[in-house]
């Protein structure tokens, strides 16, 4: 019972990547079907994460009220509601409305399973987890050149991972008994922890002040700010940098951008082995350096290979830090105060989400794409800094 559940998390965690990169692989050929400037794909990934933003701090009392199951179940309908929306659309009011339902499916799910694997289960498991995030954000890439390619139009791209939500949300609700039945066992445990006199820590409703009064915490949620601008920045863009600086055609450069999150599920693979020795504070400032030299790579101006090189580097390089800061969660701060952490971690991830990439849309429409390699820098240092802090102040192991 316990791997069938395993297994079906494993799902759910593709299905959280396969949206992911729809609209950066579409967006160099949408935009002009729809006449909005370039800098408007900013506009939807905002609408995007205010979704996820309220869901996520939301997703707690959804959890308590409804169930893992059947929050998990309906937060992917409605994420597969969204992208049908997208593939029915033919003007920007309409991908901005749709985007709203698309948000909201995608934060409660993200939150309520990130925090059930850095309870239960081992470090590798949250690696390999995040792993088949980037399996279903780089498949989803060639679904959508598939769709440019062979059935000329993007919409088909949306409609086809709309039915892929779908069908999963289907299965997730025929398994709803399945995840009754293993909190059911987890209460069990808990009462019998009790009789043998084993300490359970009782989890506890915290105000957003005793949240940010914990120590570390401030410049944990920086850092998890900083990642994911980073992460998202580099996944929406790539593509149209692609276009714009190596004059790649939109069909091409949607290929090419999947590179990004080849890099990432590869070395969250690996992360997954690595993850057996070393711990999340040596998994994390590895993938730092490997960031580094990818940007590095970024800034070299001689021929589009080495930017292609620099996007698989960077995506190796994000691999282990997502899931390490999730999985330490319950270690450096307390497993009472997990659920809370990484509620308001999730928060500040899409908060992150939702300003630097739209940022560096403006920058691209008024100025130039040739600027990413230096916008990533600038996320990258407070991400490197924060983190030591995190690790000095908490006394990581």
């Known amino acids: 019972m316990g791997s069938l559940l395993l297994a079906l998390i494993y799902i759910c965690f593709i299905s959280l990547g396969l949206p992911d990169s729809l609209l950066g692989s579409a967006w160099p050929l949408l935009h002009q079907e729809i006449s909005v400037p370039v800098s408007y794909a900013g506009i939807i990934s905002a609408v995007i994460c205010l979704g996820t933003i309220l869901s996520s701090l939301f997703s707690d009392k959804l959890l308590k009220k409804f169930g893992s199951g059947t929050v998990t179940a309906i937060s992917i309908l409605l994420t597969a509601l969204g992208l049908f929306g997208f593939s029915i659309s033919n003007e920007f009011w309409m991908l901005i409305a749709f985007s709203i339902p698309y948000g909201l499916g995608a934060g409660g799910v993200d939150a309520i399973l990130n925090n059930y694997v850095s309870l239960h289960y081992k470090a590798q498991h949250m690696s390999w987890l995040h792993c088949t995030w980037g399996v279903g954000a780089t498949i989803s890439p060639y679904i959508m050149s598939f769709s440019l390619v062979k059935l000329e139009s993007w919409t088909y791209g949306y409609l086809i991972v709309s039915i892929i939500q779908a069908v999963l949300s289907v299965i997730i609700f025929i398994s709803i008994p399945l995840w009754k039945k293993a909190n059911n066992n987890s209460l069990e445990e808990k009462e ?12 506890k409703s915290l105000s957003f002040k005793q949240i940010f009064s914990i120590k570390g915490a401030i410049a944990c949620f920086i850092t998890f700010f900083c990642y994911c601008a ?17 004059d ?17 599920t590869l070395g969250r693979f690996i992360n997954g082995f690595l993850a057996m020795k070393f711990s999340d504070k040596f998994l994390i400032r590895f993938g730092s350096i490997i960031i580094a030299v990818g940007i590095i790579l970024l800034f070299m101006p001689f021929h589009s290979t080495l930017s292609l090189i620099a996007f698989i580097v960077i995506g190796l390089g994000c691999a282990p830090i997502y899931p390490c800061i999730i999985h330490m969660t319950p270690t450096v701060f ?12 999730m928060a ?28 990533l820098l600038l996320l990258f240092v407070p991400l490197v800094i924060l983190h030591e802090v995190v690790v000095k102040t908490c006394k990581t192991k």
């Open 334 to 345: 307390g497993k009472d105060k997990s659920q809370a952490m990484i509620g308001v971690q």
């Open 348 to 375: 500040f991830a899409y908060v992150g989400f939702l300003l630097m990439p739209p940022l560096f849309g403006v920058i691209t429409e008024y100025i130039s794409v040739s600027l990413l390699p230096l916008y």
């Open 192 to 203: 019998q922890n009790k009789e043998n006199s084993v300490e359970e820590p009782t989890p």
């Open 248 to 264: 790649f055609s939109p069909e091409v450069a949607a290929g090419f951008a999947s590179m990004f999150y080849i890099g990432i």
């Open 230 to 246: 980073l992460e998202l920045t580099t996944s929406l863009w790539a593509s149209t940098y692609f276009v714009q600086k190596w």
